[in-house]
């Protein structure tokens, strides 16, 4: 779906709009969105801005930081994004921009494009470092088992040296 800037007036616009997960490319290492993303919200110009803003919501899956087992983590966020027109930025608009809100975009060519916002603010909101349980041991680093399914015995065999050097004394 793709919003014209200069469509969007003062008087907010509903969207109810449901984007297949494939269609949205969340292309990132350890994460991956399941079934419908559904963007609830509206577009309405405010102080001359356009926000897009409501809540996505989709199901994902994460990988565990430490065993890498998928853990199901659905997504609820609500955000409301700033999007100024190209033509109504002054030359430097680089130097603005980086002096403006974060949430400030430019939308290209005067247009927002709903599937790219929504696949940024997912992007977001996942987990930095996933965890599927507090108490997970993670992944051996000798065997690469997964030590909340296996009991590998890597760290019982390995005897340390000062307790070696004990033992020949005997
Ligand atoms: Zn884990
Ligand atoms: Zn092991």
Same mark, same amino acid.
């Given at each position: ?53 409501? !809540? $996505?919501?989709?199901? /994902?899956?994460? #990988?565990? +930081?430490?065993?890498?087992?998928? *853990?199901?983590?659905?997504? =609820? &966020? ?16 680089? !130097? $603005?921009?980086?002096? /403006?809100?974060? #949430?400030? +975009?430019?939308?290209?060519?005067? *247009?927002?494009?709903?599937? =790219? &916002? ?16 507090? !108490? ?19 760290? =019982? ?14």
């Amino acid at each position: 779906m793709i919003i014209e800037l200069e469509n969007i007036g003062v008087r907010a616009k509903e969207i109810d709009e449901s984007i297949a997960a494939a269609d949205i490319g969340l292309d990132t290492a350890g994460a991956c969105l399941e079934g419908t993303v559904r963007f609830r919200g509206e577009a309405v110009r405010i102080d001359g801005k356009a926000h897009l803003r409501g !809540t $996505v919501q989709v199901a /994902a899956k994460v #990988d565990c +930081s430490r065993c890498l087992e998928p *853990i199901e983590r659905p997504i =609820e &966020t609500f955000f409301d994004a700033i999007f100024v027109s190209s033509d109504m930025m002054p030359e430097d608009a680089e !130097t $603005v921009l980086a002096d /403006a809100d974060l #949430d400030e +975009s430019v939308a290209e060519g005067g *247009i927002i494009d709903v599937a =790219e &916002t929504l696949r940024e603010q997912i992007l977001l909101d996942l987990p930095d470092h996933p965890v599927c349980s507090e !108490t997970c041991k993670g992944l051996c680093p000798k065997c690469g088992g997964n030590r909340n399914l296996i009991d590998c015995k890597c760290e =019982e065999n390995e005897i340390d040296p000062r307790w070696a050097a004990l033992r020949d004394l005997k």
